[in-house]
């Protein structure tokens, strides 16, 4: 059997994935721009810690960054194109998951 | 905006992709049952780590471990039907790298 090697950007795309809370953010940007107390809400992630990955997102251009210049400003996060190229991941994760994975069990 | 939460099996998949190594051994194996050794070279992983490895996802319930009662035993790791229900995933990864992940930076 002839060996392969594996590519390095499918490589780099697992890396980035894999990082705690990613996918989750991604998945819940899915569903439309949020303020960062939304997103926060939604996913029971530490302030701290989802400011650090949405500027990692941010640099990745995964996420983007928009401020809408009302009275207050608002701040709101989206999906890049690259970000929302990731839905098809963040569904067939979901479909798997539902499918195969017990809800109590490990 | 209503808050939902994650869906805790969602959350399940995620935690077991996120493990260093285990979508690649998975996407590995979508190529066919195959040795060890053939597993390790492919993907350049640590006899050690690999062998850990292949024991969680059996234990998961995505890999199978098939005695080839040949002499001397060949012994070939294999994905269950819940293993190769993981493809629609790691084709999607795949797809996006090749469309979005640059190759040297980051």
Same mark, same amino acid.
């Given at each position: @059997? +002839? @060996? !392969?090697?594996i590519c390095p950007k499918? !490589? %780099?795309a697992l890396e980035l994935l894999s990082k705690r809370w990613t996918a989750l953010i991604i998945y819940q940007l899915l569903k439309g721009p949020q303020r960062f107390n939304e997103i926060q809400q939604a996913i029971g992630i530490s302030g701290k810690v989802l400011s650090e990955r949405l500027k990692q997102l941010e640099q990745q251009q995964i996420v983007q960054r928009n401020i809408i210049p009302e009275t207050p400003v608002i701040i709101k996060y989206a999906l890049t +194109? %690259?970000?929302k190229a990731m839905e098809p991941i963040l569904?067939?994760?979901e479909h798997w998951s539902q499918q195969w994975v017990e809800a109590e069990t490990n």
């Open positions: @059997m +002839e @060996m !392969e090697t499918f !490589e %780099k +194109e %690259k970000g569904l067939s994760i």
